[in-house]
T-cell receptor
Framework: AQKVTQAQTEISVVEKEDVTLDCVYE???????LFWYKQPPSGELVFLIR??????QNEISGRYSWNFQKSTSSFNFTITASQVVDSAVYFC??????????????FGQGTTLQVKP | DVKVTQSSRYLVKRTGEKVFLECVQD?????MFWYRQDPGLGLRLIYF???????EKGDIPEGYSVSREKKERFSLILESASTNQTSMYLC???????????????FGPGTRLTVL
């Protein structure tokens, strides 16, 4: 079975704090893809990153960084020096390697991040 | 930039009405998707289309149907709207990956549907 768990429902931080959003996934596949999306108050999901299961290198993009660890089936997302504009709902998602319905995205429940000034 | 647009941001309908939600993408993507988003449940796939006139059921297809007559347009149809279909509906599109399967999905702004 495929499953994504984001145990943190809501997180509140003060601007400039660092914050980590957790994502744990379950899959029996050897080839799969992991994603993070951001959903600001406007509603549109914005693609942030995609990782495939063979690439465990951590990635940094500006204030954003991602830590992929297959040993613990986790794909955590850290925002450094958070800003008010980072306030949003963040979704982690998993996709199997395959076509048709097997290639669908499986989403976690989402984590609502509030960054206070 | 990928552009996925949805016909309405907010929609209010009455129980029993037939409802059409339209989605258009401008990137010539093969694959299109309809999800609904509910608090605490994340996004759940309703239907998926990988080509014109082709469709596959997702996790929660009951009460919905879809239509894809043109590559750029994917419609979600609620044949007889019910109050439990009040939700946020999100459309997405993706190209087919270079090694098969679907590649990264790009989302529209969503339609918040209220059924009274």
């Amino acid at each position: 079975a495929q499953k994504v768990t984001q145990a943190q429902t809501e997180i509140s931080v003060v601007e400039k704090e660092d914050v980590t959003l957790d994502c744990v996934y379950e899959t029996r596949d050897t080839t799969y893809y992991l994603f993070w999306y951001k959903q600001p108050p406007s509603g549109e999901l914005v693609f942030l990153i995609r990782r495939n299961s063979f690439d465990e290198q951590n990635e940094i993009s500006g204030r954003y960084s991602w830590n992929f660890q297959k040993s613990t089936s986790s794909f955590n997302f850290t925002i450094t020096a958070s800003q008010v504009v980072d306030s949003a709902v963040y979704f982690c998602a998993l996709r199997r390697h395959g076509s048709g319905n097997t290639g669908k995205l499986i989403f976690g429940q989402g984590t609502t991040l509030q960054v206070k000034p | 930039d990928v552009k996925v647009t949805q016909s309405s941001r907010y929609l209010v309908k009455r129980t029993g009405e037939k409802v059409f939600l339209e989605c258009v993408q401008d990137m010539d993507h093969e694959n299109m998707f309809w999800y609904r988003q509910d608090p605490g449940l994340g996004l759940r796939l309703i239907y998926f289309s990988y080509d014109v006139k082709m469709k596959e059921k997702g996790d929660i297809p009951e009460g919905y149907s879809v239509s894809r007559e043109k590559k750029e347009r994917f419609s979600l149809i609620l044949e007889s709207a019910s109050t439990n279909q009040t939700s946020m509906y999100l459309c997405a599109s993706s190209p087919t990956g270079t090694i098969g399967g679907t590649d990264t999905q790009y989302f529209g702004p969503g339609t918040r549907l209220t059924v009274l």
